[in-house]
């Protein structure tokens, strides 16, 4: 599904990605896991198209990725990959079935099916009784949840997770473990996950480590 091709990422003289080459499988969960300062993050933002790096190539789905610009690039994003980020990033003026539809509504998704799927992935998190929430009436955990509602409104193919149990405490990040797993089988999304975390990367398919900038 997505091939990496001697990815290079520098930052002034630190050289933080080192001809990095990877392919990740259709339905596979690959864990990301390293020391601070070793790449991650990056790494995952460049998949993600978030970040352009120095050299190399990605394919997504057999299609040359490093091209993509502008528009293109918007609609690429915002219809093929769902992002998962340990602050949530939710806008508080909006319920959480808003913040959940609304890369669905910028997709120009007709508002009765938007909604009506978002309570279906609502259902499956088992927060459906939050919808009319706004995020400062939510938990930490169900703040999560909306996000990785969001993250699949447009059913992507890749959903990217940068230590989506970050924020949590043991119970909800245990919790959070094994929804993605349960995820992955329901809409067959395919996850790339960022972890510190030993139990969530022992529930991933794969585990890579990164250490200096090259997968050890």
Do not use: W
Request: net charge neutral; glycine share 6%; aromatic share 6%.
């Amino acid at each position: 599904m997505i091939e990496l091709k001697n990815i290079n990422k520098s930052y002034g003289d630190l050289h933080v990605l080192k001809d990095i080459s990877l392919i990740i499988s259709k339905k596979e969960i690959l864990c990301i896991e390293g020391p601070s300062g070793a790449g991650k993050t990056t790494l995952l933002k460049i998949i993600g198209k978030l970040e352009n790096m120095d050299s190399g190539d990605i394919l997504f789905n057999g299609s040359e990725l490093n091209n993509l610009k502008g528009t293109k690039l918007c609609e690429f994003r915002n219809q093929q990959i769902g992002f998962v980020f340990q602050f949530h990033h939710l806008m508080p003026e909006f319920t959480a079935l808003e913040n959940i539809c609304m890369p669905a509504f910028i997709n120009n998704a007709k508002t009765h099916e938007s909604k009506k799927y978002a309570l279906k992935l609502m259902e499956s998190l088992k927060i459906t009784d939050k919808k009319d929430n706004f995020p400062a009436q939510l938990s930490g955990g169900e703040q999560q949840r909306v996000a990785i509602a969001r993250a699949l409104i447009n059913k992507p193919d890749l959903v990217l997770a940068d230590e989506p149990s970050g924020n949590l405490d043991i119970e909800q990040a245990n919790s959070m473990h094994k929804l993605f797993n349960k995820l992955r089988n329901e809409f067959d999304q395919t996850f790339v996950i960022v972890t510190h975390n030993k139990d969530l990367s022992l529930l991933c398919d794969r585990t890579i480590t990164l250490k200096d900038g090259i997968i050890s």
